[in-house]
């Protein structure tokens, strides 16, 4: 059965309209058996326009675990608090996660070197411990230090992460449809991590991972 916890986030795909949409959503709690309810997802602070019967597709992320389910809206409420009655799903498919998952991004990364050289690159897989970034410029052989700056949002909320990494490995990008000739792909090893660093690089790692871009 499905284990999360009330208050953890959700991501829903609306299956009738544009399927790369992820919405974020967070779960109240359940009825045994019968509903899933979660809030209603916000757009610009006004809430997403849905309706009873609306097929929908549910992911989670919940300890080294994702869930994902398929179900429909069975009730839209909006007193005391915007929320929505899920039907309970028939299955739940669980994906095991490693210890320290890796998700698929398109970050835009400031690259500082202990010189103060700035560099503007690609972060395109991200974990709680490290990053494989893409440059069409030399950053550095393993063992530089290197410090990341880049925006982190979730929901409402945004922060500009601060990271100092060191490069562990160099190597051209794997070859296939988004490999670029000119490019080099870092590896990189985050140094010293703040508590709060630490949980944004989990939200947002996470949050990806719910949005079907596990690495």
Known sequence: GIKPQPGEPVQLRLLNRNQQNYYSARLVGYIKNLS??????????????????EPVEVRMVTGSNIYVFKTAIQRLCTTPAHYMH??????????????????????????????????????????????????????????????????????????????????????????????????LEYGVAFRNVTATDSLWLKVLVYRHIAEGYLA
């Open 36 to 53: 899933i309810l979660v809030t209603t997802p916000m757009v610009v602070g006004t809430p997403l326009i849905m309706a009873d019967g």
């Open 86 to 183: 899920l039907n309970h799903p028939a299955e739940v498919r669980v994906q095991k996660l490693r210890k320290s998952p890796w998700a698929k991004v398109n970050l835009g990364v400031t690259v500082t070197d202990t010189l103060g050289t700035h560099e503007y690159v690609s972060l395109v897989n991200l974990s709680p411990d490290g990053a494989h970034l893409r440059s069409p410029r030399t950053l550095g052989e393993p063992g530089k230090v290197l410090r990341l700056s880049f925006l982190a949002t979730m929901d409402e909320l945004g922060t500009t992460l601060n990271l100092n990494a060191t490069i562990k490995h160099v190597h051209a990008p794997k070859a296939g449809l988004e490999a670029e000739t000119d490019m």
